[in-house]
């Protein structure tokens, strides 16, 4: 094993979503855990909890909606993230709950719609610079769930004009992410669908804004390794969304259905750096909200697999695979990929995590560590104090 | 046109869901509608206008948890459903919600899970005695979402056995409906996943049992007239949720997406009524939430349209087909069922209606009728005098 | 119905493929028509005789390899075409079927294959020269079935190359379409997987490269008519493969699975000529190999359901439509769809054919000509004569 | 490692296909090999040296109509078969490739098709009694291309007819496997789609009848190992048919797509057998046609994958999972999966294949046999001696 393989996991830095502490669940309800965030304080307190144990989890996002109070100074925020060791990562506007938005934001036939979700984006802009934030992430739930609800093409052009305005309010350090997403939840039509409409609208906004794979959203079958390919080779992907999923867009923690996959994600990343001599700046972000598993404990299994399915990609033995390509030998192209991807890299990122002063493995040292105990039992009073319950509302 | 094809129209009695009348949303946050349904009486009064309108959907479904108060005497639902010129159609019981289901209901681990659950079927069972519904109707959110959660076939047991139960307080005239869905809420594994699968539990349990179809619970490209076809022969078929979808479960009104589809699954139905003399024991059930559209106009669409399209599958001229099919003329057994697809019905359906008393344009009548109107000033002045708000809520 | 809707057919001309009129089969074999054409010019004929019964089909689209003999001067094959009232429509490479190309044409890490697929896609741009035809329509098989058997930036950086050189050969007045397809051949990826991809390519290349649209190649619930709009949009779409499909790619006569999808594509086309004061410069063609429907009458009946639902979407009230989009009515906007889409068009397609001096009835018509009759014949005597035997080869 | 688990290899006996040993390819064309089989006699020779080189492949499924001669006498074939260590396993009908089955076999609306398929059946039947095989294992590309085709409950009772007439010729040690498909060759409506279907077939027909799943014939996203645990649970789980696919029914290399799926399923099997105390009664069979990779490498790979991913599921620890299971324990639940799939079992296949007398690496000691070098060299020969040319036909 080369030092390089070893330090390539320096290049995946992985970010936490604050929103991945506090409770979710699906639409047919929650199921509440007394060791969730209450507010923002909380997430931070959780994520730098990750970051401690893992080593490698130096920002968090933040969703500005629920982690920026009206009125409050940015800064503090800012700093309370600092205090748990940590930079706030990227900013992600809220384009879909309030019911201005009822029939979309940048694509709905409103015009006031279209106009306050500008004027949020652009706030979201601002808040990102002074919080030193450089990257704004779109997601949109944009879309229509009949035939005939709206103008296919009138929505494309005002989403055109709408993150026009949003990218021009970026710095010259900033970067505007535009996720795709084949559906849900707009049941008929989504107004940024897949990659090729997110590439269409992010080459005319210009080179701030990029394409962000969310690596839930794909249609059944859909290669999304070669879509990363062709990112990388355009110079347009900007960032991930991790996670994984069978159906829809499950948020399972990555790669629990699907490693091999991912795997592959990998080694096109790789591939990309052996050839240039160094990694894309890619975001790497976790998108995930848990309301079965433990939330840390789930943020922590991500982690990991994400390290460990980057160094075994890191293991593919370049040179034997350009030669078993271009001689046209499938059953030793596909071997060197199996050999990497078998590899037992149990004992390299130990020797990793030595190296960077954090516990061999993580969610034993977690679980060691006491902080789940602790966070229930102070939780818990707290909404007790508060008032909250947890339990489920019978609508 | 043959008298046949328009008193077959007879046949199709739709039930409403008393819960397509209130707010829900999807996982994303909800819409609010001014003229959504506050409470139970809300919703029969809503139910009962939809009947009035289009004067076949006497039964209204409801859902035990949201429609029955606890120490409440069940007659007095029934009564309130009276009121509006409905009987109670088929109980719903909720084995989701409760925060005890976190693993599941019926195929949890925790006996206390599966205990609860079925005394829950139980009770679901004598209320439908006390009201005179003879339909109880069980969807299953259970399943896991990882690899290893638990144990598959284990779990398949305990559904063998809670169901038993449940089947064994059912009364003579009682009949139970297992439905099926290949995902959601789960997102690795459904316990009653498929036809297949809900076919062999109604089988060990008896002739009392039958599956399901959901319109919009099956994986994509599977062909749903088949397996109608297929429960029709079996005698298996109990009864159907209509909806349409794209994607997942998306509920949307009956064929918006794929009107043809619906229709072969009419004519399946249309086909067995032809060979035995007459029309199976199914109950034809909407299971839609709309969010987006106006819950009423939503509801006399998916009836105006099942009609509409059932009224077609009557018209494909049977003798024809079965010319075409035997002698292996595809061309010409297609054009059998395209011909009687695209058919022009409206007049045909303006004098079933007159027939019925009630208006030859549904939606129009219902329009003019000023109860959208009615029902949105008092609904909005009562939410204010409870203090209820319709805004969303920022988690 | 104003004139504009039925003169809107003269905008619908409809190319037929050559090789839909040979015997194919899926790779489980064949099943023989004794009708079905033995070469090139039965191929014209049984085209020719599309068109005259169905008065919109001008041309026919050749596949260079199959219709054209190594020497034979281009223009004789043009004017066997003539013969039958044809033109000579798009010109279709073939880069698949060479043993040369086993791990691809454009893609392929082999050179040799790719300088073979690169002179091939020049002849057959100067044979489009010879005959007239200003469409070059691409498809490829390339892609890979395992991962990792070759690189999937180096292919892409390889067909970039080879379109250029292709392009290059291009006159003024000839366009390049290129295809997209999910899989198929390929197993594992597709050079050329989806929309975006041949966008991509196309834009890199010039106006003169547009994308090429099969209705059968797209993932399962995605959404065509909305990549059609955004390609109107683009000013991007250079063509239509006509098909069906209900899982893969099945080449089905179009509209047999899903009319109201196709129904909706079209009037997406119609909302852009509604737009522009015309109609888009689109090649309608038929992509379809049966070996199951006689091959003529499979043609006529995606003729003519193209027409008739080209004509139900010509009927969308726009005005109607653009009146509910814009108020958000989603019930209204939905139903002047369905409205569209349930008139009955017999008669105004009868009305429409008899202006152009062909039977109202085409399929009716070709059956009473003789004409299957005569070529069954004609055929099976020429096949005993050349000793052609239709019998299933046990490989 | 306990020895157990070392010794579990010894309950996975794989069958190979002899038809995966000729040349095959897409409907779009084959890829020749020079080294592929030209008869019955090189098939066995190649499925007798992939045995030899992994010592677990003593059986080879035989395809009727390609590799019995009419008037030959079966134990010809047989003992051609054990010239090379061989015994005759599976029997394969062929009900697809006739003209006659042009609308399908036992689902045919034609009863000669219909009368011919059980008669063929039967024949499969007495030969498997004299070549001592046990096992029918019939699949039917039955099914229809267009809706109203044919009436699919008249040929569910055709099937049930014609599949009962070739179980009563079963003799008692024999049995009947059915598979099932959800698509193609047939587009529209398959037969037997789904395991479903399969059940209910051989419910009705007895014990001797059982599901055969082919790990490739899944809608996208269903989950395999809930159909295997469940027909696992029923005894209702005849065999497996190995392979591997990423859209459709692709017939790759086992596990070269998803691995993990593939532990999963072997994991379902050995925690039945830990529970039962012995591995159920299934024919493992691979069904796979090649036509990039070389053909004989390619079913060594398969069958040292399945070895690898079936010691891994192995190694399983069932008494942590199970504690897991049942405390709800999401997280280590799937750890213990995670942790065998991830385990490197290089070294304990090795010690297995020694015990056995096999070469550690077969794949390895087969390019080193010579035999590769060997057989094209003589087929080559013998292909030009019989003028039997390797060539594209341009159709």
Chains 1, 2, 3, 4 share one sequence.
């Not at 808040?127 to 005939?148: C, H, Q, R």
């Not at 609800?149 to 004009?161: C, L, N, P």
């Not at 848990?290 to 840390?296: D, F, Q, R, S, V």
Request: glycine residues 6%; aromatic residues 10%; proline residues 4%.
């Amino acid at each position: 094993m080369s030092n390089s393989v070893l330090s390539s996991l320096d290049a995946l830095k992985i970010e936490l979503p604050s929103w991945g502490f506090a409770d979710t669940g699906t639409r047919f309800g929650k199921f509440f855990q007394a060791a969730s965030a209450i507010d923002t304080a909380d997430k931070f307190a959780d994520a730098g909890m990750v970051n401690k144990i893992t080593g490698c989890c130096p920002t968090v996002a933040v969703h500005v909606l629920w982690d920026f109070q009206k009125g409050q100074d940015p800064k503090e925020v800012a700093a309370a993230a600092e205090k748990h060791g940590l930079k706030i990562g990227s900013i992600n506007p809220n384009l879909f709950q309030d019911q201005l938005y009822k029939t979309g934001s940048f694509g709905s036939a409103d015009p006031a719609a279209r106009s306050a979700a500008v004027q949020h984006g652009v706030e979201c802009t601002e808040l990102g610079k002074v919080v030193e934030s450089n990257t704004i992430t779109y997601w949109f739930a944009d879309g229509t769930n009949y035939p005939g609800q709206d103008d296919i093409r009138a929505r494309k052009r005002r989403f055109e004009a709408c993150l026009k305005s949003c990218y021009e309010a970026l710095s010259p350090s900033q970067k505007m992410l535009v996720e795709y997403k084949p559906f849900e939840p707009a049941f008929y039509q989504t107004d940024i669908a897949d990659w090729g409409m997110s590439y269409v609208m992010c080459k005319k906004l210009g080179p701030q804004a990029k394409v962000l794979v969310d690596t839930g959203h794909h249609y059944q079958s859909q290669n999304i390794e070669q879509i990363v390919a062709w990112l990388l080779d355009e110079e347009m992907l900007g960032g991930f969304h991790f996670n994984d999923r069978r159906y829809a867009d499950d948020d399972l923690t990555l790669g629990s259905i699907d490693p091999y996959q991912i795997f592959r994600i990998f080694s096109e990343i790789h591939g990309y750096a052996a050839e240039t001599g160094e990694y894309p700046e890619i975001d790497y972000m976790i998108d995930q909200s848990h309301n079965l598993k433990p939330k840390i404990e789930a943020m922590i299994q991500t982690v990991t697999t994400a390290q460990e399915l980057w160094l075994k990609a890191a293991l593919v033995d370049r040179e034997a695979l350009h030669k078993a390509q271009i001689s046209g030998n499938i059953v030793d192209a596909e071997a060197v990929l199996k050999k990497a991807f078998n590899t037992d890299v149990t004992a390299m990122l130990a020797e990793w995590r030595e190296s960077k002063g954090v516990a061999a493995d993580p969610l034993a040292a977690y679980r060691e560590s006491g902080y789940a105990e602790e966070i229930e039992a102070d939780r818990t009073r707290r909404r007790k104090e508060a008032g909250i319950t947890q339990e489920s509302s019978y609508a």
